[in-house]
Nanobody, 116 residues
Framework: QVQLVESGGGLVQAGGSLRLSCAASRIIFSTYNMGWYRQAPGKQRELVAHITSAGYTNYADSVKGRFTISRDNAKNTVNLQMHSLKPEDTAVYYC??????????WGQGTQVTVSS
């Protein structure tokens, strides 16, 4: 059974930093495109950052320059380093693994709360 397990969420003051990690198991991790999504209360889930199997990255405009996505294929992990956090970054953050737009796996989510 495929598992994506997120960690690193928590409560932080505005301007602070957090690092989220997602550990994947039972997939050929290096072949998957990986992403971080978030969902705030009352809002739709949105893409935060994405990294392809080849290492190309893209970011939501709202996090560009503040967040960095990275992957370690040897450890089957994808990370999201978040700096200069804002209250509007408060959400549940989900890890996603996608293969050829056909196979799609999600983690259970980790809460990030940014206080003003």
């Amino acid at each position: 059974q495929v598992q994506l397990v997120e960690s690193g969420g928590g409560l932080v003051q505005a301007g602070g930093s957090l690092r989220l990690s997602c550990a994947a198991s039972r997939i050929i991790f290096s072949t998957y495109n990986m992403g971080w999504y978030r969902q705030a209360p009352g809002k739709q889930r949105e893409l935060v950052a994405h990294i392809t199997s080849a290492g190309y990255t893209n970011y939501a405009d709202s996090v560009k320059g503040r967040f960095t996505i990275s992957r370690d294929n040897a450890k089957n992990t994808v990370n999201l380093q978040m700096h200069s956090l804002k209250p509007e970054d408060t959400a549940v953050y989900y890890c996603n693994a996608r293969l050829k737009e056909v196979i799609d796996y999600w983690g259970q989510g980790t809460q990030v709360t940014v206080s003003s």
